[in-house]
């Protein structure tokens, strides 16, 4: 593994504090608290274990029930939007296993999806856009040299890397790895053995059954999502049919006897807002608009899914075996207020796009399917029960962190930037791993354009390459998320030390994962490199 960062890296003082959740309320059995039978012959004969992703679309940090958030002390903190969202499963899981509440994502979807699957930071892989499948959507100054094709022949991949290893690997739901017709918009080139749904576009063509997931919508035909034909022209909603197909898949791999790997990556809770009629009910009092509505809606028919697929893996006797990842792909997309506003992510100031925390901060929970502390694979990686894991972390580490859960050989000359989450899955402090994310977006146009964003412990600096009204009309802001981690008090001006320091760090990790950067004029080749302040 390659991890040469060059810089200045300080470690924050992290207290390690575990929170317990107390979210089992009245009604809800939580997982961690379930007598689990004795294990069949193939739990107890399996010596690595099952692997869920559980990834949803446009699912910030605050778009659910489950506190990710803490106070001074460290505990977390319920904030009106917990209280709106319903996401009882979440909840379950977040009890039964770690929620990571510093956990970060690339601003838009494709970079972060590419990041899971190679490792590599979206500066490194450059596909550092949403990739549109029809068109090069770089934006009027965006690097030409940025990778529109996501991920290519002969790339590495995370689930190429586990079926040589001896894992039956399956993706459900969204792709978005590359344009249509490009080697990456088919996952079954990437090393998954099955496909369901997945395609080059990240907007479903529909929700609805009743239009065939799009392919009989007057507008989004081009959107339609494939492999669900045997639920056209019924009311079953796009998660529950892709939460179907999972149960079947996942069926079919116990029964083969191999480890699986399941990509279970969710359309939801991705635009169009279109309600799901089985929790609309939910949310007609709330004083939401009809679409803030939907979206809970779908975030609510996400986490039905998740359990759905938990009672499953319990089911087919496998739960103790298999670790759930859960996350989000970036920021919160929720329509209920300004882009850049403390609002769709109240507290957090942003939204999807944007250069604030709630277009970068997603929700991560890693729970073992069932607990048992007397199972072997357990043992290797006990996850504490209700634990808060606050140092930084994000979707590049995902990939480290599987390939050594199932002991897959890497190929030497890979690069990976990302580092294993072993140490935080258990709750513990990782002194060795930097408390650092760059996230880069040489792109317009968007929530925000042309920015790069770098933390370092409890500091962020943005770098705009272009300064507008959105920066103040400057290149430069800065924060310090510990005293200030709403981002109001831009500190740019008034620590200039802190902001040279931080700067530095920002082109340091540009130069190392040898980004692409915006161009001055449309006509020319010159690039916008970031620089250091006067």
């Not at 009245?26 to 739990?43: M, Q, R």
């Not at 939460?243 to 939801?268: C, I, Q, R, S, W």
């Not at 962190?401 to 890979?414: F, K, N, R, W």
């Not at 500190?491 to 040898?514: C, F, K, R, T, W």
Request: proline content about 7%; aromatic content about 10%; overall charge negative.
């Amino acid at each position: 593994m390659h991890h040469d960062h060059s810089g200045v890296i300080m470690l924050f003082n992290w207290s390690g504090t575990r929170a317990q959740l107390g979210l089992c309320g009245v009604g809800l059995l939580c997982w961690g608290t379930l007598l689990v039978a004795p294990a069949d012959s193939a739990e107890a004969d399996q010596t690595r274990p099952n692997i869920v992703v559980f990834l949803v679309d446009d699912m910030g940090v605050m778009d659910t029930s489950v506190p990710f958030l803490t106070d001074g002390q460290g505990t977390p903190k319920r904030y009106p939007l917990n209280d709106y969202y319903r996401t009882p499963n979440m909840e379950k899981l977040a009890a039964s296993g770690i929620r990571f509440n510093n956990f970060c994502a690339m601003s838009v979807c494709s970079p972060t999806r590419i990041s899971i699957m190679t490792g590599q930071n979206a500066a490194r892989h450059r596909a550092t856009n949403w990739i549109n499948p029809a068109t090069d959507n770089r934006g009027p100054l965006g690097p030409p040299d940025w990778n529109w094709q996501g991920i290519e022949e002969g790339d590495v991949t995370l689930p190429a890397v586990l079926r040589e290893s001896g894992y039956h690997t399956i993706h459900v739901g969204k792709a978005h790895f590359g344009p249509t017709d490009s080697f990456g918009s088919e996952p079954l080139n990437l090393g998954f053995e099955e496909n369901v749904a997945g395609a080059a576009f990240g907007a479903p063509g529909s929700y609805y059954g009743e239009l065939d997931y799009g392919m009989n919508h007057p507008r989004r035909a081009n959107h339609a999502v494939p492999h669900l034909e045997a639920y056209h022209g019924t009311d079953t909603f796009l998660t529950e049919a892709l939460t179907l197909e999972a149960k079947k898949k996942l069926a079919a791999a116990v029964a083969d006897g191999a480890p699986f790997f399941l990509h279970m990556a969710h359309y939801a809770v991705h635009a169009p807002f279109e309600s799901d009629p089985r929790f609309a009910e939910n949310y007609m009092d709330q004083g939401k608009p009809a679409n803030g509505q939907a979206f809970a809606t779908l975030i609510e028919g996400m986490d039905r899914s998740l359990g759905m697929l938990v009672e499953q893996l319990q089911e087919l006797g496998v739960a103790e075996n298999t670790l759930i990842l859960f996350l989000g792909d970036n920021g919160s997309d929720a329509p209920l207020g300004h882009q850049h506003s403390v609002a769709c992510a109240a507290p957090l100031r942003g939204k999807k796009g944007s250069h604030y925390e709630g277009g970068m901060r997603v929700p991560f929970i890693a729970a073992w399917a069932a607990r048992n502390e007397e199972n072997p694979l357990q043992q290797q990686t006990p996850i504490p029960a209700g634990g808060l894991q606050s140092q930084i972390a994000s979707v590049q580490d995902l990939f480290p962190t599987i390939a050594a859960l199932a002991e897959a050989d890497l190929p030497g000359d890979h690069i990976i930037d990302g580092y294993s989450l072993d140490k935080l899955l258990t709750g513990q402090l990782d002194e060795s791993r930097p408390q650092t994310f760059l996230m880069h977006y040489p792109h317009a146009p968007h929530r925000s354009d042309y920015f790069t964003s770098y933390r370092e412990d409890h500091w962020k600096v943005i770098y705009h390459y272009v300064p507008s009204d959105v920066s103040g009309g400057s290149h430069y802001q800065l924060y310090n998320l510990e005293s200030d981690p709403f981002e109001s008090t831009d500190l740019s001006v008034s620590h200039p030390e802190e902001l040279a320091h931080m700067m530095q760090g920002l082109i340091d990790y540009l130069e190392n994962y040898d980004a692409a950067y915006p161009l001055v004029d449309k006509q020319g080749e010159q690039r916008r490199f970031p620089q250091l302040p006067k």
